[in-house]
């Protein structure tokens, strides 16, 4: 996935963030009846293979975020639905259709998955977008960047190698390793990022030969029953790949705490990623967490502060702030503070709040009313413990669960917005006098997932760089991702690494082999 940073207040509209992003422009038509009626549709979940209703029979309902209505009803799967799957996931890792198929045809599976997913791509951009608000441009970067996973993962099915070495023990011995994959994945995803997370899961799972059970959010799981169609249209063997929809506390836990999952892969918020790592205690099942973050932004004095305002302004509102990487924290150098802060407030102040199907959009609505409840009432938080707000516009649409990006200046360190997640459009800022401060401040949080830096002395740079406690720095650009380059937190923003050849040692198992002769 292709997250866009920088440039962010520059932007007329969502066509030119496609554009700078470098992925292809969709021509899109709003509501189209396609889309319409796949989201009306009545939705069965993904099981060994076959499409099936909940157990139970019960349904959720979803919501569009941008009017605030119902728009369908999903599956509400639970534990007997998490069995069936497991069991479907148990038999598929084991079968010789998938256990011994040729890396090179997993490879290819996979390769024409990415196919697939191009082809369609302007259907899965509109669905991503009416069923989470975001607006079609960071769609359409979203899409282009799971199909970018799916090609670069693709290749790793070939590149699993194990290792000979010469042991030193009296005799004749040959010894080598092999890399064998994990067995059956457990894989619990967010909203924020929906068929961007999905992916993140199932094309490393798929590549090394292991197989899955996905429980999207209940919020957003109608992209990604739509990516198992296109894994079905594929033709991955049945039981490899299974969704089943639901609640976390429902279908979540009993996935999060099955004795027959052998890895779980969860990306959400840190109280949960500790309760899942309860249940894994239990079954000591691997697990990799990828959590929350409250990242710094650290805009030192030698930056040109127009770049600069430019670059914080998109680091925070970028998918409305509903990004675990996002920059909500800004530390200015105090001698360029005030120029900053006025600058990134007017980028804020200007931003179109619109349906993410609206040409022009530059922000949508936020996921759901929970969340919009929950980051207005941070903004309140911040007021009443002193924050100033240095943005001032109020415009927005009527219905659907906006919330207009707001900049909470002169913030001190002990308030509650400057420490805890808000997972909004909302910065905070404040200024710092020297760098060895403002390092302090920065790493003055419980999270550690990312930061950046905005400069340009690379001695200041380079000096700052390994004193920060995150799993990425960025310098002078804040949340592009590439395939490449591994991605994940350290401190409560969890434990492993995403992407990367990195991404796939938490999938794969390593064998010893002695053989004496
Ligand atoms: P959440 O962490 O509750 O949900 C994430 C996923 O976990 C969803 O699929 C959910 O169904 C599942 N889940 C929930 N409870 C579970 C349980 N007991 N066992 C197993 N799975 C469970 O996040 P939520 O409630 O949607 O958002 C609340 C806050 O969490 C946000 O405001 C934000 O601060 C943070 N968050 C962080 C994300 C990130 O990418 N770092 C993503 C989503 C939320
Ligand atoms: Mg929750």
């Given amino acids: 996935m292709t997250l866009l940073g920088k440039g962010f207040g520059r932007l007329d509209d969502a066509e030119v963030i496609v554009k700078q992003a470098n992925v292809p422009v969709a021509e899109f038509e709003a509501y189209s009846a396609d889309v319409t009626a796949y989201i009306g549709r009545d939705h069965k979940m993904f099981i060994a293979g076959e499409w099936r209703h909940a157990v139970e029979g019960k349904t959720l309902p979803v919501f569009d975020p941008a009017t605030g209505n119902e728009h369908g009803h999903i599956p509400a799967g639970g534990p007997m639905d998490i069995d069936l799957a497991v069991d479907a996931a148990r038999r598929a890792f084991e079968s010789p259709e998938w256990s011994r198929m040729k890396p090179a045809d997993r490879q290819q599976l996979m390769l024409n998955l990415a196919d697939l997913v191009e082809k369609n791509f302007d259907e899965l951009v509109e669905l991503e977008t009416r069923d989470n608000g975001k607006p079609i441009g960071e769609s359409q970067i979203d899409v282009n960047g799971v199909a970018g996973l799916m090609r ?73 029953l739509r990516l198992a169609e296109l894994a079905e249209e594929v033709g991955f063997p049945k039981g490899v790949l299974n969704v089943v929809t639901g609640t976390g506390t429902s279908a979540g836990a009993a996935l999060a705490s099955h004795p027959g999952i052998d890895k779980i892969a969860f990306t959400g918020s840190t109280g949960i990623g500790r309760t899942i790592a309860h249940a894994a205690a239990d079954t000591l099942a691997r697990v990799t967490l990828e959590l929350g973050g409250k990242s710094p932004v650290i805009v030192l004095a030698d930056s040109d502060t127009a770049a600069a305002a430019q670059g914080a302004a998109g680091a925070i509102f970028f998918n409305q702030g509903q990004v675990c990487t996002a920059g909500s924290r800004l530390y200015v150098h105090q001698d360029i503070y005030d120029e900053v802060i006025a600058d990134v407030a007017a980028i804020a102040d200007g931003i179109r709040l619109a349906p993410g199907v609206a040409p022009g959009c530059q922000m949508g609505p936020l996921i759901s009313s929970e969340q919009q409840v929950r980051v207005e009432d941070y903004i309140d938080i911040g007021i009443s413990e002193g924050a100033s707000v240095a943005t001032s516009a109020d415009s927005k649409p009527d219905a659907g669960f906006f919330v207009r990006p707001t900049v909470l200046a002169d913030t001190s360190d002990e308030m509650r917005v400057v420490n805890e997640e808000i997972f909004g459009p909302v910065l905070v800022a404040a200024p710092f006098k020297d760098e060895t401060a403002v390092i302090e401040v920065a790493n003055a949080s419980n999270f550690g997932l990312s930061a950046s830096i905005w400069s340009n002395d690379l001695r200041k740079v380079h000096r700052m760089v390994p004193r920060i406690r995150a799993g990425i720095v960025w310098v002078n650009t804040h949340n592009p991702v590439d395939p490449s380059l591994p991605f994940g937190g350290v401190k409560h923003s969890g434990y492993g690494r995403e992407l990367g050849p990195e991404q796939l040692d938490a999938y794969l198992e390593t064998k010893s082999v002695w053989m004496s002769y």
């Fill in 152 to 224: 670069y993962m693709a290749g790793w099915a070939t590149k699993i190698d194990g290792r000979t070495t010469n042991v030193s023990v009296p005799g004749d011995h040959f010894a080598y390793t092999t890399k064998e994959p994990v067995g059956v994945v457990g894989a619990i995803i967010p909203w924020n990022f929906p068929l961007g997370m999905a992916s993140w899961k199932i094309v490393p799972a798929l590549v090394t030969g292991c197989t899955i059970v996905l429980k999207p959010a209940e919020q957003t799981s109608l992209s990604v």
